[in-house]
């Protein structure tokens, strides 16, 4: 019997399924995509302006930008009083919440209009160091849920600006996604006695068909369940729920991964992605269950037909294939071999030392 053109896999922690395009071979053309250019120079660009001043800063965009508005029963902004007496109208169930919550965003010094993968390994740990700060804020004022970081590059990935930035959205509630992987890491840890993510790395490691770039801190392979073709997730291999509470060492360590593994994306000529930060929420504890890691999604193609109707995603390059794709790029006989540098032996391993040096400089 001939293969199905569709390989059905299964997220180990969501449970959630995707389909695997496996009868095609790859063709790069379909998937080279340069990240557009919002044309907005240094000179009219609001980053290089806003807050004044050099170096990475905070810009506050938005105050108060989350208002809950639940279902479609009446909300406090339009109940009258007499329907006011007949709700409570502190419910948020209901929907009855005011405004909360902010947006602001992580920018490069002015000036900086140069992709992650460009930028020098001691600015990209600086940005880092700033969400982190953000998170130990957020959880500090208790007054939201979820502190969510994000960076879009590329006209196609939603952004706004070619200015090196990493936008942060502080919300009234825990997002779906990240709601599926509390629910099933603590399902998985229950019914297999492990963190699922330190689980995940080991496998990966050892079967290595579909890992990327390894050191002594963190991680970065294509997952099995990809949803979208290239999809990279880097993970630290110390196990911790809470980003916030990531040293500056193992920053380090994912300040520059981020850079070398975007860096490989160059195969696709540079292509617009979200790099999207998954970490313990502000208020509940997830310390055995959880463990925080950064996802990489290029942006490559249009949602077809199959996937609006089903939520089925339909992802048109094996996992397989683009960690192989990725580390021929990288002129890299094995993952341990991607943009080797000093601090970075052959074998993979980056001694603590280099870790310091790094975070010291």
């Not at 557009?36 to 609001?46: A, F, H, N, Q």
């Not at 639940?70 to 502190?90: C, E, F, K, N, Y």
């Amino acid at each position: 019997m001939a293969g199905g053109l569709f390989e059905l896999r299964r997220d180990d922690v969501t449970g959630w399924w995707v389909a695997v395009v496996v009868d095609r071979e790859f063709e790069r053309h379909r998937f080279a995509l340069p990240a557009g250019s919002t044309g907005i120079g240094p000179d009219s660009c609001p980053n290089c302006r806003i807050p004044p001043g050099g170096g990475v800063r905070v810009r506050e965009l938005k105050p108060l930008a989350f208002s809950v508005a639940g279902d479609r029963r009446p909300t406090a902004r339009t109940i009258t009083p007499a329907q006011a007496s007949m709700l409570d109208v502190a419910d948020p169930d209901l929907g009855l919440v005011g405004e909360c919550g902010s947006w602001q965003t992580i920018v490069a010094p002015p000036g900086h209009h140069m992709s992650l993968a460009e930028t020098s390994p001691s600015l990209v740990f600086q940005m880092l160091a700033r969400a982190r700060a953000a998170i130990v804020s957020a959880r500090s004022r208790n007054q939201t849920e979820y502190l969510q970081v994000v960076q879009n590059w590329g006209t196609q990935a939603g952004a706004r600006t070619d200015h090196l930035c990493f936008d942060f959205y502080d919300l009234p509630q825990i997002p779906h996604r990240i709601g599926e992987e509390l629910g099933g890491a603590a399902r998985y840890l229950i019914r297999e006695g492990v963190c699922p993510y330190c689980r995940l790395l080991l496998d990966e490691v050892e079967d290595g068909a579909r890992l990327v770039f390894q050191d002594a801190s963190s991680v970065c392979f294509a997952p099995y369940a990809s949803r979208s073709p290239f999809e990279l997730w880097v993970v630290p291999r110390h196990h911790d729920a809470d980003f916030a509470r990531a040293t500056d060492e193992q920053l380090t360590s994912a300040a520059a991964t981020l850079r070398r593994v975007l860096g490989m994306l160059g195969v696709l000529d540079g292509p617009p992605y979200n790099l999207v930060l998954h970490t313990a929420p502000l208020r509940e504890r997830v310390d055995e269950t959880y463990h925080w890691h950064w996802e990489i999604h290029p942006r490559l193609r249009e949602i077809a037909g199959l996937e609006l109707g089903t939520g089925l995603p339909v992802n048109p390059v094996s996992p397989e294939e683009a960690a192989e794709e990725l580390l021929a790029t990288a002129g890299a006989s094995s993952p341990e071999d991607a943009g080797a540098e000093p601090g970075v032996s052959r074998s993979g391993a980056r001694d603590w030392d280099a870790f310091l040096r790094e975070a010291a400089g």
